[in-house]
């Protein structure tokens, strides 16, 4: 069976359901049963929520050094981002390395809810604000979409 998602948003509910309907008249009309429908659609982080977490990520990795293999070392903002995520997620899957050493699974922003997002970015903030580890952003604090 095939499925043909439609997304309704207030801004293009009636527009998208008429589609969907002209769709599902066509399967129809060539003798076919139509199965129609409807859940919530958790959508997923928006741009802006993305752009502001690589730019405190950016500023994360610029300003703070963290032990990696029992030494203080530098990362990158996508090895922040891999710490910071496994903390929200409060629950790190760990993988045996291929060569030995361990890999732990984190959680993709790509499919991380508005929220779950917003809950990321307020982690990033938190952890900035900690005397231990202070971080000045480059841009100014707001609030997540």
Not at 76 to 92: N, R, S, V, Y
Not at 126 to 145: I, L, N, Q, Y
Request: with cysteine; net charge neutral.
């Amino acid at each position: 069976m095939t499925t043909h998602p439609f997304i309704l948003q207030t801004s293009n509910a009636r527009e998208r359901m008429k589609s969907a309907w002209l769709f599902a008249c066509r399967f129809l009309e060539l003798g076919k049963s139509v199965k129609v429908s409807v859940s919530e659609c958790k959508t997923t982080r928006t741009l802006e929520q993305n752009s502001k977490m690589w730019a405190m990520l950016g500023d994360v990795a610029d300003q703070v050094q963290w032990f990696v293999d029992g030494k203080l070392e530098w990362l990158d903002p996508e090895e922040w981002k891999d710490i910071f995520t496994a903390a929200l997620k409060k629950h790190q899957r760990v993988s045996a390395g291929i060569d030995g050493g361990f890999v732990i699974l984190g959680a993709r922003t790509s499919r991380m809810t508005i929220g779950e997002m917003g809950d990321l970015i307020e982690l990033v903030y938190a952890f900035g604000a900690d005397p231990k580890h202070p971080v000045a952003w480059t841009e100014p604090m707001r609030e997540a979409a």
